[in-house]
């Protein structure tokens, strides 16, 4: 019986049921039947199966049939971007920033022992890695004596410090007042009350403040740590500290998701306000942990780069052939975001609108990406679905790429594959056979790699891809959110800024690769772009921002 139902569905081609698939039958599980049908193929049900049909039409009513009843529907609106807040390698603030991104300078330097706490200077000579990209400390200090932060320097991490410098300047830019909360819209009406919230993440805390209260315990010495060493320490601590400086009510988190951290902080505050849980969100990451402990730490996993100590400058190098490792950087990125019509109701400056976000995990290895860039596809995919847009509408690529000879192939592949269809497998697979079989230290070569730069090159679409990482170092779990706000500046000047130190691509599977000089966006019609985070674990987050 149950073939020759099965059977009849198939091939008699009736519509779908509105609940077929709660109906426990095998040969249901693909059945397409509309209610018109279900008038014929019901009275056949309800006498085989009188007590399945019945609980059947029980789900099918509107009336509560468990507990209270259906969840209503989330709302679903629109966030756009009001304010940036940048503090980086760079410079302090998004003009300085910016402005040195697009010029192609760079904000690494070597590294000296008076950047380090003093109990760790004398290992500055044995470590492998001696560049990193620090903060312009006379710029920071200048920015906390300005935005009246000195007390907070004093109780404060690093990281806190500087992720209230990025959400002072972003709340100025956005014009954000404790007031905006209630707006009155054009049409007369006054929108309830809808708090404002921070999602401010962060990688790794603060290595220095753990190996500092260590040593004092171990020395006998505890009574020396510092009263404020525990809300000091705690991740979510950046979060805590906005919200009161501020007093700001609404959801507070701190997602903690390594190098993925800042595009998984920006994504949240994006659902959060899309769903309606708040008008406004502060959102983004900080990361201050270069330290010697850190440094020996990346690089017993051969993850830094260690040839070019005495040309900082030139160390870190994404998609170039002679990369060897990442550049650990400092930094935070925070953006204010807004629903649309709260936004326009008080007359705000919108940099983008937030389409889409996505999230993936790699499943694969805690510290390797997956070989065939199965996450990070996954990833980008998820960002365009429900986002009305498609991959054809996208213009730029802020690429995840740290500089480090497996990952930055296995993107680019991962890339290709998003933008060119139907290729994905493939493509990936070849490309990580040739990152495979090239020496240690050194990028994917070879005939496989030499193949697959051609085809990519004739085929692909021109979406112009590159890494800032290039100029700024690996901010680790800042870096998403310092990229996110890039991203948004690319399409606000229709410019894709340059992929500091490509000088030979390998392996080139993109055409769009932006080298060590900036070039110009589409400027005839709307234009999309992608920010890509990746993180240790096999974590993924990747937002679509588009101009307005």
């Not at 402990?293 to 005495?310: C, E, P, Q, Y």
């Not at 020496?439 to 697959?452: F, R, S, V, Y």
């Amino acid at each position: 019986m149950h073939g020759w139902i099965s059977h009849a569905i198939r091939f008699k081609r009736l519509p779908a049921c509105p609940f077929h698939y709660k109906l426990p039958f095998t040969c249901l599980n693909h059945a397409k039947v509309t209610s018109q049908q279900m008038g014929i193929w019901f009275p056949l049900f309800e006498a085989m199966l009188p007590n399945t049909c019945r609980a059947t039409s029980r789900l099918a009513s509107p009336d509560p049939a468990y507990g209270f009843g259906p969840i209503p529907q989330l709302p679903t609106r629109r966030v756009v971007v009001t304010g940036i807040g940048l503090v980086t390698p760079l410079g302090v603030g998004v003009r300085e920033t910016w402005r040195r991104l697009l010029a192609g300078e760079s904000g690494l330097r070597q590294l000296q022992e008076v950047d380090f706490p003093e109990s760790q200077r004398s290992a500055l000579g044995s470590l492998p890695c001696r560049v990193a990209g620090l903060v312009p400390e006379i710029q920071l200090e200048e920015a906390c004596n300005r935005m009246g932060l000195v007390e907070d320097v004093r109780r404060s991490s690093r990281f806190m410090v500087m992720a209230l410098v990025a959400a002072e300047e972003a709340l100025a830019d956005a014009r954000w007042r404790k007031g905006d909360v209630d707006v009155h819209l054009p049409d007369g009406g006054v929108r309830r009350r809808r708090v404002t919230g921070v999602v401010a993440g962060n990688g790794m805390s603060c290595t220095t403040e753990v190996a500092e209260a260590g040593a004092l315990v171990c020395e006998g010495r505890g009574r020396r740590v510092s009263p404020f060493f525990v809300p000091r320490i705690l991740p979510n601590m950046a979060a805590g500290a906005i919200s009161i400086r501020h007093g700001l009510h609404g959801p507070n988190l701190a997602p903690s998701t390594a190098c993925a951290t800042g595009g998984h902080a920006v994504g949240d505050a994006f659902r959060i306000i899309q769903r309606g849980e708040a008008d406004v969100m502060v959102a983004g990451a900080s990361e201050a942990c270069v330290d010697a402990i850190s440094l020996v730490g990346f690089s017993r996993l051969k993850a830094l780069s260690t040839g070019f100590n005495d040309e900082p400058e030139r160390a870190s190098r994404p998609f170039d052939a002679a990369r060897d490792g990442f550049v650990m950087g400092e930094g935070a990125g925070m953006l204010v975001l807004e629903e649309l019509e709260h936004a326009l109701a008080r007359g705000a400056n919108i940099y983008a609108e937030v389409r889409g976000y996505g999230m993936s995990g790699d499943a694969h290895h805690i510290t390797h990406p997956h070989p065939d860039g199965l996450g990070a596809v996954l990833c980008m995919q998820r960002a365009l679905e429900g986002s009305g847009l498609t991959a054809r509408d996208v213009a730029y690529v802020n690429a995840h790429a740290t500089s480090t000879p497996t990952g930055d192939a296995i993107e680019q592949a991962a890339m290709l594959s998003v933008f060119r269809s139907g290729v994905a497998a493939a493509t990936a697979a070849t490309a990580c056979k040739a990152v495979a079989a090239a020496p240690a230290g050194t990028a994917a070569g070879g005939p496989e790699a030499e193949g697959l730069s051609s085809w990519g090159t004739a085929t692909a679409p021109r979406v112009a891809v590159s890494s800032t990482k290039g100029a700024t170092g690996h901010l680790l779990g800042a870096a998403g959110a310092v990229e996110a706000a890039f991203t948004i500046l690319a399409l606000r000047d229709r410019r894709a800024p340059p992929t500091r130190n490509l000088e030979r691509p390998d392996p080139s599977l993109l055409p769009g690769l932006v080298g060590p000089v900036s070039v110009q966006l589409p400027t005839d019609r709307p234009i999309a772009a992608l920010s890509n985070s990746f993180g240790f674990g096999g974590t993924n987050s990747t937002l679509l921002f588009a101009t307005v």
